[in-house]
């Protein structure tokens, strides 16, 4: 059965203070990796699509990395305003166009 | 830039009504799908649409829903009779390929009395 697991649940980190989140996925071919970043009440907002093991995406203060069995997103020096909930999503390799999501993790940066 | 818009942002309801949910996906997509989230829970897949057909739908996509694309930039979920548990935020989502990345509406909060 398909599978997305993200970690931790909840990560609290002072302004500045780099840390990692983690989304391990089992799934009967990958053809991509997507990560969101979801506000209270919102959409999700679409930051990164990885398809392959090795492949790295950066964007300001994200860098998503991707293995064969789990995806990163490193978050460096972080702000106040990059306080949100953080969604992995994959998407099989067969006909399937469905995003199937993680739970997320809900990260609060504090200044 | 491009955006997928939804309307209404909010929608209260009684038991047995139907609704009905309205997207403007991004202009050159062709890929549309539907997906749910309830409260505290996670975003669940309920169906995608492309060339004026459904091409995938969910356990959740019962006879109860439909979805419709009736002009060139409307795409539409209906719920023929709304229960209690389809209390949840639904999102429209657009892409312009089945295998690049989706673009998500802000949503619209179903609140069913």
């Known amino acids: 059965e398909d599978q997305v697991t993200q970690s931790p649940e909840a990560l609290r980190l002072q302004e500045g203070e780099s840390s990692s989140l983690n989304c391990s996925y089992t799934?009967?071919?990958?053809?991509?990796l997507f990560w969101y970043r979801q506000d209270p009440g919102k959409g999700p907002e679409f930051l990164f699509t990885?398809?392959?093991a090795g492949e790295e995406k950066e964007k300001e203060r994200l860098k998503a990395t991707l293995t064969k069995k789990e995806s990163f997103l490193h978050i460096t020096a972080p702000k106040p305003e990059d306080s949100a909930t953080y969604l992995c999503?994959?998407?099989?390799?067969?006909?399937?166009?469905?995003?199937?999501f993680g739970s997320g993790t809900r990260l609060l940066v504090r200044p | 830039e491009p955006e997928v818009t939804q309307t209404p942002s909010h929608q209260v309801t009684q038991m047995g009504q139907e609704v009905i949910l309205r997207c403007v996906p991004i202009s050159n997509h062709l890929y549309f799908y539907w997906y749910r989230q309830i409260l505290g829970q996670k975003v669940e897949f309920l169906v995608s649409?492309?060339?004026?057909?459904?091409?995938?739908k969910s356990e959740i996509f019962d006879d109860q829903f439909s979805v419709e694309r009736p002009d060139g930039s409307n795409f539409t979920l209906k719920i023929r009779s709304t229960k209690l548990e389809d209390s949840a935020m639904y999102f429209c989502?657009?892409?312009?390929?089945?295998?690049?990345?989706?673009?998500f509406g802000p949503g619209t909060r179903l609140t069913v009395l």
């Open positions: 989502a657009s892409s312009v390929s089945s295998r690049r990345e989706q673009f």
């Open positions: 990885l398809y392959s």
């Open positions: 999503a994959v998407q099989r390799m067969d006909s399937s166009y469905k995003l199937i």
């Open positions: 649409f492309y060339n004026n057909e459904i091409s995938e």
């Open positions: 799934v009967s071919g990958l053809r991509g």
